[in-house]
């Protein structure tokens, strides 16, 4: 339902783009986010979007990361600059919420199998 890639590693300063491919029926869904995990920490929303255009971000990429969508493919992007070594994590896109706002990171049902991003210093 949701493809995650794009991930890989790249310098302190680098910039990387990250996919979301979904399905039909899930990219229907009004909500859609990126959230990460790194090894030993909580999983973390780091950017929403509604179906309306709003989007929002975590205080820790503000400004450095942007997430948007391409209707025509399907695809959801998280285009990340001036990448840090504290932003190595998996990613993961997920859909599908059921209540609330879109602009928060609880209620998330449907994830991705994730794309490794790793910053080296």
């Known amino acids: 339902q949701l493809v995650e890639s794009g991930g890989g590693t790249v310098q302190a300063g680098g910039s990387l783009r990250l996919s979301c491919a979904a399905s039909?029926?899930?990219?229907?869904?009004?909500?859609m986010a990126w959230f990460r995990q790194a090894p030993g920490k909580e999983r973390e929303g780091v950017a929403f979007?509604?179906?309306?255009?709003?989007?929002a971000y975590a205080d820790s990429v503000k400004g450095r990361f942007t997430i948007s969508k391409d209707n025509a493919k399907r695809t959801m992007y998280l285009e990340m600059n001036n990448l840090k070594p504290e932003d190595t994590a998996m990613y993961y896109c997920?859909?599908?919420?059921?209540?609330?706002?879109?602009?928060?990171?609880?209620?998330?049902?449907?994830w991705g199998q994730g794309t490794q991003v790793t910053v080296s210093s």
């Open positions: 997920a859909a599908d919420k059921y209540g609330g706002s879109c602009l928060t990171p609880f209620g998330y049902n449907t």
């Open positions: 979007s509604d179906t309306d255009g709003s989007t």
């Open positions: 039909r029926a899930t990219f229907s869904s009004p909500c």
